[in-house]
């Protein structure tokens, strides 16, 4: 179990819910958790954000990355650079 | 003077500034930019370029040029496949050739390979297009306003999910806490509307490359780019080919600074050598440069501050507006990312990015970022003058530290934004009087920095040196980033290092060089490749003493066992035939744990209230670079940046007609600070280590520019007692609000 801090843009998948309680292995497992309980916000959080799990910016598209039970976890705006 | 704060000593060569591996060919003239390469055969290609900033393309006849002498190839946008509106990489195919509408003044509609240059030019104003003109689609306002003309019909608001036309690129809001209540407990509020222009990142060298598609099938390319692995997967996407029929091979980089994150030509440069079985060179002129490639947005942006008359900042509320140009993006969304820097318990930003009838904009070093930090720094600024605070002091009261809240709401990684700001409080700078009739501004700046993929391979020669291969183009001294980390893991001397960065084909998949992310993931995967040399050579060092690897230890680039005499690296491969053969080794990684940087900077200028004109009379830049690797790059990038951010703030912007036209398409027009023009920029490094990095990288090309912008306006505010919201501060714009503050 992660808790998940969603962005504001986010929210309207989720009944304007930004923090919720998600289960989940990987940030991929989190998201499909997320798709399974609020339809619509999978891709958006797949396609079009960065996300830190502990912290930790992790490289965008890393679905695999590990959270451990009791994380935290933020779905940011893409990051990028010039 | 550059002032450097050193770190009690901790490496050998990690923090020393040993000469540029590739600094000889570079001030010979000897190193190779994509204009210098020319292929036997080769033909010289032109872009034919929109005269209009906004029509329909009615038709285009080429059958005139295909006619003329010399010709051996001519593209449209019909040559090119249609990629679906929703595929990744399907505003860059557009903006590399139009298809049925032109979305700028310089979009490209045709492109046309002759023998000579001059062939091609004559061919290139034969093309007959007909367009179907439309009203252009300039400012953000115009973007937004009920019942605006459509500037791109192939745009779709960004994960909307709606597919209608729109001029809104993206949508998106930040909050937390509540801004009601914050203004409402606040004793000072300030607010103001700040606007910025599109600039130009003006680079000296232009775009270009060399094609050549081979009797296979199979095309060599080699560009000038800050990433030539997505120039390949991004001109497969264009042309619809696999990436295994393109090599890339980075050409010297005259600069990029977030420019050349993108493509424009090579595509088209492919399919004309692909007509014509020919190699094709297509390089691009200073004006093409500045009508037709990325700048970056212009901003609209309102802002209110709220603190308490003991120096808390409590409510940030804003409304933040960034034109992306003719293609959607994420403008104005890293804009109100990068307000990151103080703790605001209560914040409020909505963005909005729109779509204009200019071209496409790309990133700037820290994209977004300093349009914002203009805004906020500026008010911030005023809340220091209206509570008779120190303007440092207020800020390290409200800065972030480690764990407290970016506007995203994800908690910073260890930062050193305070170190930053005392840095510049400690300085001579600050400690010395403000001359006679200037004014001083202090402003801050920070950058996320990212990570993503690199690869590295580190070969041991047989004599003990070392050739050490990345594939991130050194815009800004990678090389000698890459082989001090060498040096410092393998202990060797970074003088018998050889940094090379290698083509598509020759080393693994790297992302672009961006985000700050070479010094630091590139070093990364270069550090653990060399990690594996260092483990290996123990194990052939065992071998040779004839004992357990347990007993073998790796001591200043020498094996190390006790009763023996060190074995040295040149030792160890000399034998490596006996011992396993080659030492060689590979690292790829995909890297998290980039690490934020912060900026601090202090300006002094002096203005000519009679004309309007802004001497910059001391400037000094303080940066976080984690840990700096070669010091005088660090310092290099923090200057680079201020000197850009000079030209931001003072004098550069994109000056267009009512219909679209761009009319200060050089460098003569398009005024950008020279050395002349500034006092040498003073440097000092900060130095607070990633706990992600082995060696405390941050990454530094990035956070530099965004300071210059704030604090300068702040120095000019203190100098004439009167607030500039509105870029550049150009003498006309200066004197103006002076005589207006007069009455």
Same mark, same amino acid.
């Given at each position: 179990m992660a808790t998940v801090h969603l962005q504001d843009s986010h929210t309207r998948f989720t009944d304007g819910v930004k923090v919720l309680e998600v289960e989940g292995a990987t940030i991929g497992q989190i998201i499909d958790a997320l798709e399974a309980a609020h339809p619509g916000i999978g891709h958006l959080l797949r396609e079009g954000s960065s996300f830190a799990v502990d912290g930790e910016l992790q490289p965008r598209g890393t679905f695999l990355a590990a959270v451990p039970d009791g994380s935290e976890v933020h779905f940011l705006i893409p990051i990028t650079g010039g | 003077m550059t002032a450097t704060e050193n770190? !009690?000593?901790? +490496?050998?060569?990690?923090?020393t500034r040993p000469i540029r591996h590739d600094g000889l060919d570079k001030v010979i003239g000897k190193a190779r930019f994509a204009a210098d390469l020319n292929l036997p055969g080769q033909l010289r290609a032109v872009i034919v370029r929109s005269p209009h900033a906004h029509a329909r393309i009615v038709s285009i006849d080429t059958s005139a040029a295909e006619a003329m002498?010399?010709?051996k190839s001519v593209v449209t946008g019909a040559d090119f496949p249609e990629l679906d509106?929703?595929?990744?990489t399907f505003d860059e195919s557009v903006n590399v050739m139009a298809r049925?509408?032109?979305? +700028?003044?310089?979009?490209?509609v045709a492109a046309v390979a002759a023998t000579t240059i001059g062939e091609a030019r004559a061919a290139a104003a034969a093309v007959v297009v007909e367009y179907d003109v439309i009203d252009p689609v300039m400012e953000i306002e115009d973007a937004l306003?009920?019942?605006?003309?459509?500037?791109?019909?192939k745009n779709r608001t960004?994960?909307?999910?709606?597919?209608d036309e729109s001029n809104l690129a993206s949508f998106a809001p930040f909050s937390r806490g509540d801004v009601d209540e914050g203004f409402g407990s606040a004793d000072v509020v300030v607010e103001g509307h700040f606007t910025t222009r599109f600039v130009h990142q003006g680079y000296i060298e232009p775009h270009g490359c060399v094609a050549d598609v081979g009797q296979d099938g199979k095309a060599s390319v080699w560009g000038s780019s800050q990433g030539h692995f997505a120039m390949r997967s991004k001109s497969a996407d264009i042309l619809g080919?696999?990436?295994?029929?393109i090599k890339v091979t980075p050409a010297e980089?005259?600069?990029?600074?977030?420019?050349?994150?993108t493509i424009y030509l090579e595509p088209v440069a492919i399919l004309l050598s692909q007509k014509a079985a020919r190699p094709v060179k297509l390089i691009m002129s200073r004006e093409e440069v500045l009508r037709a490639t990325g700048p970056a947005p212009a901003a609209e942006i309102t802002c209110k501050l709220g603190a308490t008359n003991?120096?808390?900042?409590t409510t940030m509320q804003a409304t933040m507006k960034y034109s992306n140009g003719s293609a959607k993006g994420y403008a104005a969304m890293l804009g109100a990312m990068s307000?990151?820097?103080?703790?605001?318990p209560n914040l409020s930003i909505e963005t909005f990015g729109t779509i204009n009838n200019i071209p496409r904009s790309a990133a700037y070093r820290a994209p977004s970022a300093p349009q914002a930090a203009f805004a906020v720094e500026s008010l911030v600024d005023e809340i220091a003058k209206a509570i008779d605070m120190d303007p440092i002091d207020l800020r390290v009261k409200n800065a972030v530290v480690e764990g407290d809240l970016t506007a995203m709401g994800a908690p910073h990684p260890k930062i050193g934004f305070i170190e930053t700001m005392n840095a510049i409080k400690d300085s001579e700078h600050y400690n010395s009087p403000v001359p006679e009739g200037a004014g001083r501004g202090f402003g801050t700046g920070f950058w996320f920095n990212i990570g993503e993929q690199s690869s590295a391979t580190v070969n041991l020669n047989e004599d003990g040196t070392a050739t050490v291969i990345t594939?991130? !183009?050194?815009?800004?001294?990678s090389r000698a980033s890459m082989a001090l980390m060498a040096a410092e893991t393998l202990g060797l001397? !970074?003088?018998?290092i050889t940094p090379i960065v290698a083509d598509t084909e020759s080393v693994g998949f790297t992302d672009i060089t961006?985000?700050?992310r070479a010094t630091f993931a590139t070093g990364m995967a270069v550090t653990n490749a060399c990690l594996e040399l260092v483990a290996e050579m123990k194990s052939r060092a065992a071998v040779l003493r004839g004992v357990?690897?347990?007993a073998v230890e790796w001591v200043d680039g020498a094996a190390i066992v006790d009763g023996h005499d060190p074995l040295t690296i040149p030792e160890i491969t000399a034998q490596a035939k006996m011992t396993g053969g080659p030492l060689t080794s590979t690292a790829s990684l995909n890297a998290a744990g980039a690490g934020p940087s912060f900026a601090a900077h202090l300006a002094d200028v002096r203005v000519?209230?009679?004309?309007?004109q802004v001497e910059i009379l001391r400037y000094t830049a303080a940066q976080?670079?984690?840990?700096?690797?070669h010091p005088s790059y660090v310092e290099g990038q923090m200057q680079g940046g201020s000197v850009q951010g000079i030209g931001w703030a003072l004098n550069e912007e994109y000056v267009y007609s009512d219909?679209?036209?761009?009319?200060?398409?050089?460098f003569l027009d398009y005024r950008m600070p020279v050395a002349?023009?500034?006092?040498m920029i003073e440097t000092i490094i900060v130095e607070v280590p990633n706990p992600s990095h082995p060696y405390g990288v941050r990454g530094?090309?990035?956070?530099?520019?965004?300071p210059p912008l704030n604090t300068i306006a702040n120095a000019v505010s203190d100098a004439t007692g009167v607030r500039m919201?509105?870029?550049?501060?150009?003498p006309p714009t200066v004197l103006k609000a002076i005589n207006d503050a007069k009455g």
């Open positions: - | 770190p !009690p000593k901790k +490496y050998k060569y990690v923090g002498p010399g010709v509106i929703n595929h990744a049925d509408e032109v979305l +700028y003044h310089g979009h490209a306003a009920d019942g605006a003309i459509i500037a791109n019909t960004l994960f909307m999910g709606s597919d080919w696999s990436t295994d029929r980089i005259g600069g990029g600074f977030g420019g050349k994150t003991d120096g808390e900042l307000t990151a820097s103080y703790k605001f594939g991130s !183009p050194d815009i800004g001294g001397d !970074p003088m018998r961006e985000g700050s357990e690897v347990d000519d209230e009679e004309t309007g976080d670079a984690g840990t700096a690797i219909d679209g036209v761009l009319e200060n398409a050089s002349s023009d500034l006092p530094v090309g990035e956070t530099g520019i965004v919201r509105n870029l550049p501060m150009s």
